[in-house]
């Protein structure tokens, strides 16, 4: 039973360029969130989405970011011309409902040149 | 809105016991305690889900108090393998939004 599986592991853009993270939910997992966090920060919520819907996507920048979760394929987080602000770790989690407990993918650490 | 936990880092010899608290301006209704290692994902230690619930796992355990909006998580005889950020998570009633804490820092040494 593979886990949450996030790609690519590392990911190096230049300024102007666009930013597409994979997260694939562990089977089963319905909910996935996405979180950004800088180094020796916390992890700061982005998005929670389910299947073909956007349940909260308050912690996302208005401009730029996007995320979805087709009902095939992996949920993807866009981020559209991307600044050197956006270097981070990108981390996806999925849970089978609501109130259980995460499981987390190994990140994506964007670096913006 | 963030749950702020205490202390922000500490440092401990192998065997020596630590306390990592976690308090919420916001009711809570559950609180998950999460470890993270030094360039790795979190992962999940454990669930309290009700007012003054305490649950152990190994040598780690934790009490949820929710009348004081807190919960603490007790690591005694700490071991190298302990080394790592420790984050409370919540979910904030009434939204589907899951949030964790301010962190805390925990390094073992030898």
């Known amino acids: 039973n593979a886990g949450v599986m996030q790609n690519p592991r590392h990911l190096v853009r230049r300024r102007g360029q666009e930013a597409r993270l994979r997260c694939s939910p562990m089977k089963g997992h319905s909910h996935v969130y996405w979180y950004r966090q800088l180094p020796e920060e916390g992890l700061k919520f982005m998005v929670y989405l389910q299947k073909e819907n956007i349940i909260d996507e308050s912690g996302m920048p208005k401009e730029r970011f996007s995320a979805e979760f087709p009902k095939e394929g992996p949920s993807i987080l866009r981020i559209q011309q991307v600044v050197r602000g956006d270097s981070a770790a990108y981390f996806c989690?999925?849970?089978?409902?609501?109130?259980?407990?995460?499981?987390f993918g190994s990140g994506t650490q964007l670096s913006v040149l | 809105q963030q749950p702020v936990q205490s202390p922000q880092a500490v440092i401990l010899r192998e065997g020596e016991d630590a306390v990592i608290n976690c308090s919420s301006s916001k009711a809570l209704y559950s609180v998950h305690w999460y470890r993270q290692k030094h360039g790795e994902a979190p992962v999940f230690l454990m669930i309290l889900l009700k007012g003054g619930e305490q649950k152990g796992h190994d040598k780690i355990s934790a009490s949820f108090n929710e009348k004081k909006q807190q919960s603490s998580l007790y690591l005694t005889a700490s071991q190298l393998s302990y080394s790592g950020t420790y984050f409370c998570g919540t979910e904030i009633p009434g939204t589907y939004k899951y949030i964790f804490g301010t962190g805390t820092r925990l390094k073992v040494l030898a």
């Open positions: 989690a999925s849970s089978p409902g609501e109130n259980e407990k995460l499981f």
